[in-house]
């Protein structure tokens, strides 16, 4: 069935393929299904790093940082494997501290697989494009989190509606002040 809304769903659960990258990133959370996903295309080999993102929240008894990297040690991922960043507290911060963790490393990414909530992944991927080198590509591999919110089921409960359109309304404030900077980036 086709809804007038389906515009909203197309545009909001973004995802891609992915492919070999130079590392994977998690722009933070309390979820463990985050590093569930990371964890398991590490180990498919599709990246040598892990590199969750997040500081201190009331969700934990920790930074966001700390839970996502005990998932994933629990999982098997070598703590070599898995970068640090956890003073973020929003998700510029995420990708702004990530792309200063990431130089700090000497790495030079080209390609980066981007981990994240279902209806946050537009949002995060424009975050993360916002803080990276143009030239980098982004694959983005969302996950179902612990509220179970869907590209499929989002607009069956009031608290879903909200998760998405809460979303929504911040992909709109968040960049009309970075969209001449991208216009810039692009011409320099």
């Avoid at 590093?35 to 398991?40: D, K, L, S, V």
């Avoid at 990246?47 to 500081?55: D, K, N, T």
């Avoid at 989002?154 to 309304?169: A, G, Q, S």
Wanted: proline share 6%.
């Amino acid at each position: 069935m086709r809804y007038p809304f389906d515009c909203i769903t197309e545009f909001m659960f973004f995802e891609t393929g992915v492919e070999q990258s130079d590392l994977i990133l998690i722009p933070g959370g309390s979820h463990p299904q985050l590093m569930e996903r990371a964890a398991e295309l590490y180990h498919q080999g599709m990246a040598p790093y892990i590199l969750p993102s997040g500081g201190p929240t009331s969700h934990v008894n920790s930074t966001e940082w700390e839970f996502l990297r005990d998932v994933g040690i629990r999982l098997g991922v070598p703590e070599h494997a898995i970068l640090r960043e956890d003073r973020a507290t929003n998700t510029f911060e995420n990708a702004r501290f990530s792309w200063k963790v990431i130089q700090e490393h000497g790495l030079v990414p080209k390609k980066v697989i981007l981990v994240c909530k279902s209806y946050h992944a537009r949002r995060a991927l424009l975050t993360y494009q916002t803080d990276f080198p143009m030239d980098v590509i982004f694959y983005v591999s969302p996950v179902t989190d612990k509220t179970g919110t869907t590209k499929d089921n989002w607009f069956t409960e009031d608290t879903k509606i909200k998760y998405v359109m809460n979303e929504l309304v911040k992909v709109g404030q968040y960049f009309v002040h970075h969209i001449p900077n991208w216009v810039n980036r692009e011409r320099d």
